[in-house]
């Protein structure tokens, strides 16, 4: 990846809709965790693909967040721009010990990677018991397009296959909750990304685009976010949606 790259991304993470939505949900998730006392207050976090930093950063109010990112480039310039510690390594070798974190985060990670059981196994290894493993991953082979290919996806998911890959796994465990999340906009997306897939088929590689370009300016950036973070009124109450653009699963080990 370029450097250019990085710099849109860093901003695109604090700034875009669909991003800042996304850690509204994930933010009241661990709060109703905490809440509920699934989890303890003062919490040792793994967040595994931290990209540009903004995950560690909000994470960073629960406990102590340790980082770590596959891109070495990406260490070094979210190391320069955030002073973030981060740790380059692989969600299939995590370099810890078992049965460390509290709580093991990767937010939209395992659909970059080959072997996502692999990846599953070693969550769930450095996971202490009664920790959460918690994930978000992209949904629907439908929605596939040049996002996917740009960000160097393997697959998107159905929450079944995310729920078999939670159990299939060995590690004794249940599933708290999972859904799938931003339903409201699932249908103008899923038209928007059939279109953008004919342009692109009819311009050269180089020119195709990825769904996250710019962040839309003013209102209508604000409104698609309160439209999409609406959608936890839903989720904050175990109530699973139907469909939707993207999953969210959290996990516990059992004893």
């Known amino acids: ?25 994930i ?14 207050t003062s919490l040792k976090i793994l967040n595994i693909g931290c990209g540009t930093g ?13 980082s770590i990112e596959f891109d070495k480039f990406c260490c070094e310039f979210t190391t320069q721009k955030t002073g973030l510690e981060i740790i380059n390594g692989s969600i299939t070798e995590l370099p810890f010990a078992n049965n460390e974190f509290d709580l093991v985060c990767a937010f939209d990670v395992i659909e970059h990677v080959e072997d996502d059981r692999k990846a599953m196994e070693e969550m769930k290894r450095v996971c202490k018991p009664n920790g959460v493993v918690f994930i978000t991953v992209p949904a629907f082979q439908s929605f596939w397009g040049q996002h996917d290919v740009i960000n160097h996806h393997y697959r998107r998911y159905r929450m079944s296959e995310i729920k078999t890959l939670f159990n299939e796994v060995n590690q004794k465990g249940k ?6 999340f931003n339903f409201y906009l699932f249908t103008p997306i899923w038209i928007v990304r059939q279109i953008s897939n004919f342009i692109n088929k ?19 950036n604000a409104a698609l976010e309160k439209l999409m973070y609406s959608e936890n009124v839903f989720l904050s109450n175990k109530i699973a949606l139907p469909f939707g653009v993207s999953i969210l699963c959290y996990w516990q080990k059992i004893n």
Do not use: C
């Not at 933010?27 to 303890?40: D, P, S, V």
């Not at 599933?175 to 799938?180: A, E, K, L, T």
């Not at 311009?203 to 209508?220: H, L, N, Y």
């Open 175 to 180: 599933i708290i909750f999972g859904s799938y």
């Open 27 to 40: 933010m009241a998730h661990i709060k109703l965790l905490m809440k509920n006392k699934t989890l303890n």
């Open 202 to 220: 009819l311009v050269s590689p180089q020119k195709a685009k990825s769904d996250f370009e710019s962040i839309p300016t003013g209102f209508a």
């Open 1 to 25: 990846m370029e450097l250019d790259y990085y710099k849109q991304y860093y901003k695109l993470e604090r700034y875009h809709w669909w991003f800042k939505a996304r850690e509204r949900i």
């Open 54 to 66: 903004r995950s560690s950063e909000y994470l960073s109010q629960f406990g102590k967040v340790i």
